[in-house]
């Protein structure tokens, strides 16, 4: 399916909103230990994706060590389309939670806008994503169907009888000091 921009020039109209990441005042911030970073209102985050040029060589995808799907979500926030955004954002990365507030953004500096002027806050809008995700109910655990000793799996080959599985040896008495 092909994306076309809402904007296609939204880079020329829009200027970055914050230079780096938005965050706390320091002066507010030593009076608790509450995040440091913070969100921009929901119609700024819109706003600002909408900067994103949606390119054809997207080297913010290319800069992101996870693949992340940054033009799509980009484009998805940017037509107030989150919950399909964060389906694109947990296709790549499982602990966005983590990543919007810690990840030093390498898919900043590698933005194409980069080159004359300020990056798309890719950043911020990643973290938007999943806050509103949390915020929204759509986070759900999804543990695995069964444990991997269930499956049979984990075959160790560390000597001793190694044509038993490690739930074979698991139910022998001793464990694994007596079955090797
Ligand atoms: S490089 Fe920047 S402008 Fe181009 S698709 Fe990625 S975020 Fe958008």
Redesign the pocket.
């Known amino acids: 399916m092909r994306i076309l921009v809402a904007d296609p020039k939204g880079?020329l109209k829009i200027p970055r909103a914050v230079a780096g990441e938005p965050h706390r005042d320091p002066a507010e911030r030593i009076g608790d230990y509450r995040e440091v970073f913070t969100l921009l209102p929901v119609a700024e985050v819109r706003e600002q994706a909408q900067?994103?040029?949606?390119?054809g060589i997207?080297?913010?995808?290319d800069g992101c060590p996870l693949g992340n799907l940054?033009?799509e979500w980009?484009d998805l926030v940017s037509r107030d389309r989150w919950r399909e955004a964060f389906d694109r954002l947990r296709y790549t990365n499982n602990f966005p939670e983590f990543t919007g507030f810690t990840c030093p953004a390498p898919?900043e500096p590698?933005?194409?806008?980069?080159i004359n002027d300020d990056?798309?806050m890719?950043k911020q809008i990643e973290l938007s994503i999943i806050e509103r995700a949390f915020a929204e109910g759509w986070v759900r655990p999804c543990p695995p169907a069964t444990h991997w000793l269930q499956r049979g799996g984990g075959r160790l080959r560390t000597g001793g009888d190694s044509s038993r599985s490690a739930t074979q040896r698991r139910r022998a008495p001793g464990d694994r000091l007596r079955a090797g």
Do not use: A, G, K, T
Not at 51 to 55: E, S, T
Not at 110 to 114: A, D, I, Q, R, Y
């Open positions: 880079f900067r994103c040029m949606q390119c997207p080297f913010c995808h940054i033009p980009n898919c590698s933005c194409v806008l980069e990056p798309v890719i």
